[in-house]
């Protein structure tokens, strides 16, 4: 498992439990707004669909769902904008963080001073994002039957791997929605995302560094996610 993986682990467990989900609602709602540019029509639009379900996923009220979709027509939503900023962090990880903010100079500015409190630095455009790639996870919370593996199999998954916490399949980006189809009522979580390509190995003293600058960039308001491609576990 990709030292990704294991901190979005953390990060989901840890937005279950704690205060944190008003917050959490603000964010999503954000994404569900730049969605909806495209198209408002969640059957029409599957980032729309995929960000709604997410939206669900933790509790966020319908209400809440249709007042993000509504304000696609807004001008505080026509003036968000997605940046993504790259990072060199403790033992040389690398870090990309994927905001939307509505003043991106106050964005970098707020990501730069966390980056220094931890012994972390900006990198330029393309300076990490080659060492990552997206690729569609799904999971269930149980063994899958062999029938519906070999059927994901079919819809394009590349990988199908069962352990004591259940089943995860891997996609490209292309065949997630097939899959997802496929597997139905049996999916728990899914995405699409950036995963590291080769995971590196930190140590003690760097993993608690990189943590700490983890969740501190991951509180910011304007940041949706943020990635790293050290191992974690």
């Known amino acids: 498992m990709s030292g990704h993986s294991k901190w979005s682990q953390i990060k989901h467990k840890k937005a279950i439990a704690d205060s944190k989900k008003g917050k959490a609602f603000g964010k999503i709602a954000q994404a569900i707004s730049i969605a909806a540019r495209a198209n408002p029509d969640p059957s029409k639009n599957l980032r729309l669909k995929g960000e709604i379900e997410r939206a669900r996923a933790v509790n966020m009220p319908n209400e809440s769902i249709q007042r993000a979709i509504r304000r696609v027509t807004d001008k505080d939503a026509a003036a968000l904008s997605e940046i993504q900023i790259e990072l060199i962090g403790p033992g040389n990880s690398a870090l990309i963080v994927h905001a939307i903010t509505d003043n991106s100079n106050r964005t970098i500015g707020d990501l730069k001073k966390i980056a220094t409190t931890f012994g972390a630095h900006m990198a330029g455009q393309g300076a990490v994002s080659w060492m990552f790639k997206k690729i569609g996870t799904l999971h269930t919370s149980s063994s899958l039957a062999e029938d519906l593996q070999l059927a994901a199999i079919d819809a394009g998954a590349d990988d199908v791997a069962i352990d004591e916490d259940g089943t995860t399949i891997t996609t490209t980006p292309e065949a997630f ?30 993993k608690e560094k990189l943590l700490g600058l983890l969740e501190a960039i991951d509180d910011l308001d304007d940041v949706q996610d943020v990635v790293t491609n050290a191992d974690l576990s």
Do not use: C, F, N, Q
């Open 177 to 206: 929605e097939r899959v997802k189809e496929v597997l139905g009522v049996h999916i728990t979580s899914s995405g699409v995302e950036l995963t590291a390509l080769t995971p590196i190995v930190i140590d003690a003293s760097a």
